[in-house]
Nanobody, 126 residues
Framework: QVQLVESGGGLVQAGGSLRLSCVGS????????VGWFRQAPGKEREFVAS???????????DSADSVKGRFTISRDNAKNTVYLQMDSLKPEDTAVYYC????????????????WGQGTQVTVSS
């Protein structure tokens, strides 16, 4: 069983930055892949980025509102924490951001993940 707690959301102006944190419980958390997803009002939950466990391979969405080059996922296994550094934020990045975990292999579909945090709100003003 893995429990996830997100933090770091808030209100920021366009062009600003935020760093989200996802703290996981358990001594085996470092072996879990972690993904970040977001859900804007009236929209489906969408994949943002993921990172595998020990080898730290990273994946990013290539959707139309791509975060590539603006968002960076990383992890510190000593702290059982996965980060999402968000730079050059845009109003369209406004959403509730969730982290999720699954054993070993990172995925891009929400249905692939077993454990979810409660979410943290990110609001970007224009």
């Amino acid at each position: 069983q893995v429990q996830l707690v997100e933090s770091g959301g808030g209100l920021v102006q366009a062009g600003g930055s935020l760093r989200l944190s996802c703290v996981g419980s358990g001594r085996t958390f470092s072996s879990y892949a972690v993904g970040w997803f977001r859900q804007a009002p009236g929209k489906e939950r969408e994949f943002v980025a993921s990172i595998t466990g020990s080898d730290r391979t990273r994946y990013y969405t290539d959707s139309a509102d791509s975060v590539k080059g603006r968002f960076t996922i990383s992890r510190d296994n000593a702290k059982n924490t996965v980060y999402l550094q968000m730079d050059s934020l845009k109003p369209e990045d406004t959403a509730v951001y969730y982290c999720a975990a699954r054993p070993v292999v990172a995925g891009m579909w929400a249905s692939e993940y077993d454990y979810w945090g409660q979410g943290t709100q990110v609001t970007v003003s224009s």
